[in-house]
T-cell receptor, first 114, second 112 residues
Framework: GAVVSQHPSRVICKSGTSVKIECRSL??????MFWYRQFPKQSLMLMATSNEGSKATYEQGVEKDKFLINHASLTLSTLTVTSAHPEDSSFYIC??????????FGSGTRLTVV | QKEVEQNSGPLSVPEGAIASLNCTYS??????FFWYRQYSGKSPELIMF????GDKEDGRFTAQLNKASQYVSLLIRDSQPSDSATYLCASELYNQGGKLIFGQGTELSVKP
């Protein structure tokens, strides 16, 4: 079946630093990747949609200069949280979409900013 | 109004009972609907999806879709303690790049 590998699974960083999260589709080509954020006891909130080779489309209220998304190939998308602050601490999950595979989720990244 | 709404629960049922989870959606352009299960600290796992009116069964799970009422449900028969998790309903928005919009989730607790 389709597998999406997401790394790192956990990261702790200091306030003001940047963190990069990678999402790879291992055995299929993902035409579209989605990035979600989930705070404790809340649902998944879509942050942005990215298509290979084009700029990401951000949801309302999500700062595109703070959450940089790069989708350089059909198998790799990255999310960089720039100048992270404690309020950015959350569970970040990517999802890849491809014909015949539907939506496949990564295992998530727990970000803690101290 | 939220695009996808669920009762947050918690919903508590005894082991062996039927658990009924409900979801409503506001966008009539939504075509497909997904049910995911999420354990604490983990990523969502797909249970099943449905896009036609009526029922769709897969093992102990039955999804029901009523497009006229904009209502989706998930029934879990013979509930087990291992079914205790948060259940997320999602609608797929074809006219917005196919993105999935999630409800807030319903916490299910199955008591032994």
């Amino acid at each position: 079946g389709a597998v999406v590998s997401q790394h790192p699974s956990r990261v702790i960083c200091k306030s003001g630093t940047s963190v990069k999260i990678e999402c790879r589709s291992l055995d299929f080509q993902a035409t579209t990747m989605f990035w979600y954020r989930q705070f404790p006891k809340q649902s998944l909130m879509l942050m942005a949609t990215s298509n290979e080779g084009s700029k990401a489309t951000y949801e309302q209220g999500v700062e595109k200069d703070k959450f940089l998304i790069n989708h350089a190939s059909l198998t790799l998308s990255t999310l960089t949280v720039t100048s992270a602050h404690p309020e950015d601490s959350s569970f970040y999950i990517c999802s890849a979409r491809a014909v015949n595979y539907g939506y496949t989720f990564g295992s998530g990244t727990r970000l803690t900013v101290v | 109004q939220k695009e996808v709404e669920q009762n947050s629960g918690p919903l508590s049922v005894p082991e062996g009972a039927i658990a009924s989870l409900n979801c409503t959606y506001s966008d009539r352009g939504s075509q497909s609907f997904f049910w995911y299960r999420q354990y604490s600290g983990k990523s969502p796992e797909l249970i099943m999806f449905i896009y036609s009116n009526g029922d769709k069964e897969d093992g102990r799970f039955t999804a029901q879709l009523n497009k006229a009422s904009q209502y989706v449900s998930l029934l879990i028969r013979d509930s087990q303690p291992s079914d205790s998790a948060t259940y997320l309903c999602a609608s797929e928005l074809y006219n917005q790049g196919g993105k999935l919009i999630f409800g807030q989730g319903t916490e299910l607790s199955v008591k032994p």
